[in-house]
Structure formats: C-alpha cells, structure tokens
C-alpha cells in the first residue's frame, strides 16, 4: 500500500504515525482485544524507518492510548471503569460499588479552609467562612482512574471534617452530617489536557486529554454542600448512558 503520510508540510513524521494510529482507533478500525500492527509491520506500510515508527507509538503510549505488554504486543488501552450518566444522583463510590468494581481510595489533602469569594458564592457562605477542602484519587486494579477536588460546606454538615474518606463515600459522610437526604446536581462537562499535577496524581503524561466534571451538589432542601471537580483519564473511563424514545 502506498504511504499516507507526507515528509512535506505534513509536520514531524513520528507525529503523523501518532496521528495515523490514533484515526484508526478513533475510528474502531483497530479495538481493545486484537494486537496492533507491530512496529516493523507500520513501517512497513507507512514507508518509514522503525525508529520513526517506533517515536509515534511511544507518543501515543504516553498519552495513555496504547498499551505494550512484553511478548504480547501493543494494544488499546481499555478503560477500567464505566460511570453511568442517568437522572439517579450517586457518588463515583456508590456507582463504583453498584457496578461491582473494587475500588481503593487516596486522600491526598482533608483540611479546613477559609472560602474565597468564588467558593463562599458556590456555597452559599460568607467569605472567609470555613469549609472543607477535599483531595482523593481513586484507583482500580492498581490504576488511578480518577482525581476528585471536592469544597465541603460545614456549615450544613457539621462535623464532616471528622469523617474517614478512606471507607465512607462523601454522600454517605454528608446525609449522616446533615440529617438529610442528597438532592440534586449541576454538571459540566469539559475536555482538558492533564497538566502536570494532575498528570501525576493520575499516573498519566501532562499532555494526555482528560475529562472535567465540574459540579455543584445540593441537600434536599436545596443547600449547596459540594463544589469540585472530578478529574478521569480519557483512556480509562467511559460515560455510559441510556435513552427511550
């Protein structure tokens, strides 16, 4: 077959072959169970030395797409948790455990804060007033699959800094410090690159594409008790939904 890539105008040649492998996964021409063209094999049909080839992979290995299993091969990486999107509020924890994945999780930072002006604003506080600032990274089978960054009002839930997050999911430790029920979310959805703290609390390159959720979660009554973002390697997480017409 001919080559498709170009050595004019076409940019560094190892970044088309990234740019190749990753159109033909995006397109489901190459899935998660079959082994990828060995590097001699792309050379071969790229018309490109194997070091060439061999720079691209390692681009896409970096970011998280690809795989290499000694004397296996390469493979696309295939995510490790599956997070429902439905109209039934549940914490990354519940809908983990609902799904039957073990799950491990990190605090990385549980102090008492001073809000800022943005923060008192999502929260429905005064500025300067204190609240909970939470850090946790989740992990499946040894894999970091997500970053949480969550601002805790203690205001509607006193006591909360006490709570053990390493065995008690934020919603749970939030409706026993309240007294009441979760009720509803606001959430946006955003496309980033890791960077390079989160990167490497996630174990993953800081060019590497992640998704953002932002959001802010309400008790029953409507009192905003969460702000945060949750953090999820594109390669190892998927939304998953439902619809009826």
Not at 47 to 62: A, E, H, I, P, Q
Not at 206 to 217: F, G, I, K, S, T
Request: overall charge negative.
């Amino acid at each position: 077959m001919s080559a498709p890539l170009t050595k004019r105008g076409g940019g560094p040649l190892h970044a088309q072959v990234a740019d190749y492998v990753r159109e033909k996964i995006y397109a489901q021409e190459w899935g998660v169970n079959e082994p990828l063209p060995s590097e001699h094999e792309l050379a071969q049909m790229l018309g490109l030395s194997r070091g060439t080839v061999k720079k691209g992979v390692r681009t896409l290995v970096d970011e998280g797409l690809l795989v290499q299993q000694p004397g296996r091969g390469t493979f696309v990486t295939k995510p490790v948790m599956a997070r429902p999107a439905s109209g039934h509020l549940l914490s990354f924890a519940e809908s983990m455990g609902e799904a039957g994945i073990a799950h491990v999780t990190s605090v990385i930072t549980q102090e008492v804060r001073q809000a800022s002006a943005l923060c008192a604003k999502r929260l429905q506080i005064g500025e300067g007033d204190e609240y909970l600032y939470l850090e946790r990274v989740r992990s499946v089978d040894g894999q970091q699959v997500m970053y949480i960054e969550s601002h805790l009002n203690l205001r509607a839930c006193p006591g909360l800094q006490e709570a053990d997050f390493t065995r008690e999911s934020v919603f749970v430790a939030m409706e026993r410090t309240s007294g009441q029920s979760m009720g509803r979310s606001e959430v946006t959805y955003s496309a980033r690159v890791a960077g390079t703290r989160r990167g490497s609390l996630l174990a993953c390159d800081e060019h590497a594409p992640v998704l953002q959720m932002e959001q802010l979660v309400h008790l029953a009554d409507g009192t905003p008790v969460e702000w945060g973002s949750v953090w999820l390697p594109a390669n190892r997480c998927v939304i998953t939904g439902e619809a009826s017409r």
